[in-house]
């Protein structure tokens, strides 16, 4: 027997599609039943519900791996199409659990980068020598995230996954081409106010990504809290940017306060999540 | 202080230059607060504008809007359509944007105190946190009464009426500027720590992100009330649920 092997590449390109198109559809529809199957656990079902106002969290699990295409290479081409769905709908949450997993990971990798960077901003000389409250803020602050960060990982652990140690990739680079600019308390001040929001707006966004209950709790409590290491920040750089860092003091002197110093440190109403780092950016890999 | 209290500028205390000051902040907000108040943004008119107990009749201080995004949560551009997930929380919209005109009841009345002498001096700083941060918990209130409108629920226009009776006790007793940062605190710490219960039981996205995009806010509001009061402004490593208040 002769092979064509024109034919047979043709055949192959063809079945590759095939699999691609394949792929992608199921893709979806497994990650609608997902959702549907999360879902249904307390309530009943409406797909179009589900299909609204879970789109956020489909995408999410699509785009990190660990959702729809995670249960395709595991088990849907592997078991057969119909077992698997019938297993999607009944088993439980693995991908759910493994994005709360990824979600952890890098919020740790983000405690890790402030504790980090506060530690640096510590070494600096017109830190470690300049204003007591600013020293203060810094070493609470790292004690603080470190607090975070331990905590992180202790749940990390009890949903399975491995503890992050790491600073996050993304925001470590940021801040090493940030170390040789820092001038004056003004520039750690900025440097600080970034990773903090980044922590906060990220924070904020898993509320709603997050499914494990416990999980959620711990990470709103520590939202607030990166909130106000924000507020702080925006303050002191409100005063050090009016000339007035003799204020930055406990206690201060409200009366002399400038008036921005009442509203600089929430400019609105809502954090926001512009800056949310995705549930992939820190997971151990 | 009371709320009956609040329009009547003593006539035997001179006004001071930092309550003149409260006060053409206060006046130029009714302003901006007219020009933003009928609009979500989208077109659909806005939940409310003189929410809190104080009516107009009372009272001519309004708040500013304050929202960004035109009375819409900006982690939740999309929601136009309520989630049928939303029908399970409505309960805690209403019993939020309750607390919520509670708190902008309790500014508006620490800012008509402030006009009218009743506070002593009013530093620059307390005056402009009073404005914005009244403006903030404004926005909040408009943003529960649209997730309770598009639910077909009656919107909320006054405070909670349980806490209510608290509050107005308090208030009585705020006779200077500290006294009424000691007040909002309490109330900054009530909200923030109800939000935080409520994350975890909250069942719609909107309603979650809603919540968790209000509660660090109000954390950062009770943040600069320790730092004016003296205190350090962030006194806990984890957020805590003790003062959080629940639906009766």
């Not at chain 2, 309960?91 to 008509?112: D, H, I, K, N, P």
């Not at chain 2, 007793?173 to 909200?191: F, H, Q």
Request: glycine share 8%.
């Amino acid at each position: 027997m002769t092979i064509d092997e024109r034919a047979l590449r043709e055949l192959i390109a063809e079945s590759n599609d095939l699999h691609v198109d394949a792929q992608r559809d199921t893709a979806a529809a497994l990650d609608r039943l997902a959702d549907l199957r999360h879902d249904r656990r307390d309530n009943e079902v409406n797909v179009e519900e589900i299909a609204g106002f879970n789109a956020q969290r489909r995408t999410v699990l699509a785009g990190s791996g660990v959702g729809a295409i995670g249960w395709l290479t595991r088990g849907v081409f592997a078991t057969g199409f119909t077992t698997a769905l019938a297993a999607l709908v009944a088993a439980p949450a693995s991908a759910d659990e493994a994005l709360d997993i990824q979600i952890l990971q890098t919020a740790g990798s983000l405690e890790t980068l402030a504790v980090a960077t506060y530690a640096a901003a510590l070494e600096l000389d017109f830190i470690k020598n300049g204003n007591e409250v600013i020293v203060t803020f810094a070493q609470t602050t790292m004690k603080q995230h470190a607090d975070h960060l331990a905590a992180f990982n202790a749940q990390v652990r009890k949903l399975g996954g491995k503890a992050q140690t790491q600073p996050n990739a993304k925001y470590a680079k940021i801040v090493e081409a940030a170390k040789p600019t820092l001038k004056a308390p003004g520039d750690v001040v900025m440097l600080a106010s970034a990773l903090e929001t980044v922590a906060t707006q990220t924070y904020v966004k898993n509320a709603s990504l997050l499914e494990d209950s416990p999980t959620k709790e711990l990470m709103a409590s520590v939202t607030g809290v990166e909130a106000q290491h924000l507020a702080t920040l925006r303050a002191v750089g409100a005063l050090l940017g009016a000339g007035r860092a003799e204020l930055i003091a406990i206690p201060t002197m409200p009366a002399d306060l400038p008036a921005a110093a009442g509203g600089a440190a929430f400019p609105k109403p809502f954090e926001g999540t512009e800056m949310a780092s995705p549930p992939e950016e820190g997971a151990v890999k | 202080m009371s709320a009956d209290q609040t329009d009547t500028e003593p006539e035997t205390e001179p006004r001071t230059r930092r309550r003149f000051l409260l006060g053409a902040t206060v006046a130029g907000l009714a302003a901006i607060s007219a020009a933003c108040s009928d609009d979500g943004g989208d077109g659909e008119a806005a939940t409310s504008t003189t929410s809190g107990g104080d009516t107009d009749q009372e009272s001519d201080i309004k708040v500013r809007k304050g929202d960004v995004d035109g009375g819409r949560d900006p982690n939740n551009p999309t929601a136009k359509k309520a989630s049928a997930a939303l029908a399970e929380d409505l309960e805690m919209a209403t019993f939020a944007a309750g607390l919520e005109a509670l708190a902008v009841s309790a500014y508006r009345q620490t800012a008509a105190a402030a006009t009218a002498g009743q506070l002593g001096e009013v530093p620059p700083a307390v005056a402009e946190f009073v404005t914005t941060v009244m403006g903030h918990h404004q926005a909040a209130l408009d943003q529960w009464n649209r997730a309770l409108a598009i639910s077909g629920e009656p919107q909320v226009t006054t405070p909670d009426r349980t806490l209510q009776p608290t509050v107005d006790a308090a208030l009585k007793d705020v006779g200077d500027v500290p006294g009424a940062a000691r007040l909002a605190l309490m109330l900054e710490d009530i909200a923030s720590a109800t939000y935080l219960a409520a994350i975890p039981k909250l069942k719609a996205p909107e309603s979650i992100a809603l919540a968790a995009s209000i509660q660090p806010v109000d954390m950062q509001h009770a943040a600069i009330l320790h730092f004016v009061l003296g205190e350090y402004p962030v006194p806990d490593v984890f957020a805590k649920t003790e003062q959080a208040v629940a639906p009766a």
